[in-house]
């Protein structure tokens, strides 16, 4: 199996910036794709950026679009998501995920491994 682990969560005010890692384990990692996602207190799931593994291929979501960038480091089997002029509106728990889906998805249930989530708070 592929663990799926969160880092670089916390606090931040209104306009700052964060950046967070997830680094896969357990076997060589050769997934097709690797998204952030992010749920807030009583609101569903919320698609926020993916990356194709092999091209680097990008998505994002329209409400992070220009103020966010995911990226990957093979050799680390590591993706990062720097969160740039962030909004009280991005508090969430924010989580990793990857799936072996060649093209962009951006809906949950395609995505075969998760990881536990971090939390991000943004003060106004």
């Known amino acids: 199996q592929v663990q799926l682990v969160e880092s670089g969560g916390g606090l931040v005010q209104a306009g700052g910036s964060v950046r967070l890692s997830c680094t896969a384990s357990?076997?060589?990692?050769?997934?097709?794709?690797m998204a952030w996602f992010r749920q807030a207190p009583g609101k569903e799931r919320e698609f926020v950026a993916a990356i194709t593994w092999g091209s680097g291929s990008t998505y994002y979501g329209d409400s992070v679009k220009g103020r966010f960038t995911i990226s990957r480091d093979s050799a680390k089997n590591t993706m990062y998501l720097q969160m740039n002029e962030m909004k009280p509106e991005d508090t969430a728990v924010y989580s990793c995920?990857?799936?072996?889906?060649?093209?962009?998805?951006?809906?949950?249930?395609?995505?075969?491994?998760w990881g536990q989530g971090t939390q991000v708070t943004v003060s106004s």
């Open positions: 357990g076997r060589a990692f050769s997934y097709n794709t």
């Open positions: 995920a990857a799936t072996s889906v060649v093209i962009i998805t951006t809906t949950p249930v395609t995505y075969e491994y």
